[in-house]
């Protein structure tokens, strides 16, 4: 069974940094995108930053010149560093990947359990 494994959420202090990371485990054929989506209370889910074949982009003006997006190919795995943290970050991440489990298939998206990052004032 293919999974995406969370890892890396926690408790920081404003100014503070946390490193999210996301392992797509099981037996798969290829991964397209990898990205991260984020949900605050109250709020909508929203994009934060995707890897594509074409690379790495951050898409929320908000997160710009603070986090920045990774991916390890060779791990199945994509990556956030979050820095200089604010308390409007607070929320719940989402690692979110295309993933072809047979070279036949389409690409199925698939979404990780969420990993909660709450930042203090």
């Known amino acids: 069974q293919v999974q995406l494994v969370e890892s890396g959420g926690g408790l920081v202090q404003a100014g503070g940094s946390l490193k999210l990371s996301c392992v797509v485990s099981g037996s798969i054929f290829s991964i397209n995108a990898m990205g991260w989506y984020r949900q605050a209370p109250g709020k909508q889910r929203e994009l934060v930053a995707r890897c594509t074949s074409g690379g790495c982009t951050n898409y929320v003006d908000f997160v710009k010149g603070r986090f920045a997006i990774s991916r390890d190919n060779a791990k199945n795995t994509v990556y956030l560093q979050m820095n200089s943290l604010k308390p409007e970050d607070t929320a719940v991440y989402y690692c979110?990947?295309?993933?072809?489990?047979?070279?036949?298939?389409?690409?199925?998206?698939?979404w990780g359990q969420g990993t909660l990052v709450t930042v203090s004032s």
């Open positions: 979110n990947a295309e993933v072809k489990v047979r070279p036949l298939l389409k690409y199925s998206e698939l």
